[in-house]
T-cell receptor, first 113, second 113 residues
Framework: EAGVVQSPRYKIIEKKQPVAFWCNPISGHNTLYWYRQNLGQGPELLIRYENEEAVDDSQLPKDRFSAERLKGVDSTLKIQPAELGDSAVYLC???????????FGQGTRLTVV | QKEVEQNSGPLSVPEGAIASLNCTYSDRGSQSFFWYRQYSGKSPELIMFIYSNGDKEDGRFTAQLNKASQYVSLLIRDSQPSDSATYLCAFPPGGGSQGNLIFGKGTKLSVKP
């Protein structure tokens, strides 16, 4: 079974530029999470989807961040415009309904210069 | 604000010793707790979760939960250099076993040969 797939693995952009991250969850997993992890910190939730519905986006900086999960499968997270403080690892995770374990993808390491 | 507190370490133990990792949480309604391991540059992976007061053992790992003290720990017996990683404690706020996860900052463990 393939795991959670994220792309790109690394991204370097200049501040004020847009950037997008893509996530393909494990097949059959209806819950999808986007987390942000700063160096030396634990992951912090940005948004959670149950199927195609965003059920918790309270931590998503909506002035510059947006996310979508069309058809309840793949998801994209976008930042526009990026700021220096957005440099972090962006992690996608998925979980199957009824199970406790969430599986993480390898993450996208974003560097804003 | 629901919080998880962990000693960031580093915690250094000799090979073969018992490593003890601790976590306290603020939400008295929390019912389940998760321990994730994260190798440097990699994504978190679940190693154990616990719902009930007391101990839960899985191979060399033992999770201990004390809800009255709002304390959860992870013991690693016969520590190996391959156990060197950051260990993240996490819980879903408000009870239940699913939904969002709030992560601690993690404790960095170093097992010396």
């Amino acid at each position: 079974e393939a795991g959670v797939v994220q792309s790109p693995r690394y991204k370097i952009i200049e501040k004020k530029q847009p950037v997008a991250f893509w996530c393909n969850p494990i097949s059959g997993h209806n819950t999808l999470y986007w987390y942000r992890q700063n160096l030396g910190q634990g992951p912090e939730l940005l948004i959670r989807y149950e199927n195609e519905e965003a059920v918790d986006d309270s931590q998503l900086p909506k002035d510059r961040f947006s996310a979508e999960r069309l058809k309840g499968v793949d998801s994209t997270l976008k930042i526009q415009p990026a700021e220096l403080g957005d440099s972090a690892v962006y992690l996608c995770a998925s979980r199957k309904e009824g199970l406790a374990e969430a599986f993480f993808g390898q993450g996208t390491r974003l560097t804003v210069v | 604000q629901k919080e998880v507190e962990q000693n960031s370490g580093p915690l250094s133990v000799p090979e073969g010793a018992i490593a003890s990792l601790n976590c306290t949480y603020s939400d008295r309604g929390s019912q389940s707790f998760f321990w994730y391991r994260q190798y440097s540059g990699k994504s978190p992976e679940l190693i154990m979760f616990i719902y009930s007061n007391g101990d839960k053992e899985d191979g060399r790992f033992t999770a201990q939960l004390n809800k009255a003290s709002q304390y959860v720990s992870l013991l690693i017996r016969d520590s190996q250099p391959s156990d060197s990683a950051t260990y993240l404690c996490a819980f879903p706020p408000g009870g239940g076993s699913q939904g969002n996860l709030i992560f601690g900052k993690g404790t960095k463990l170093s097992v010396k040969p």
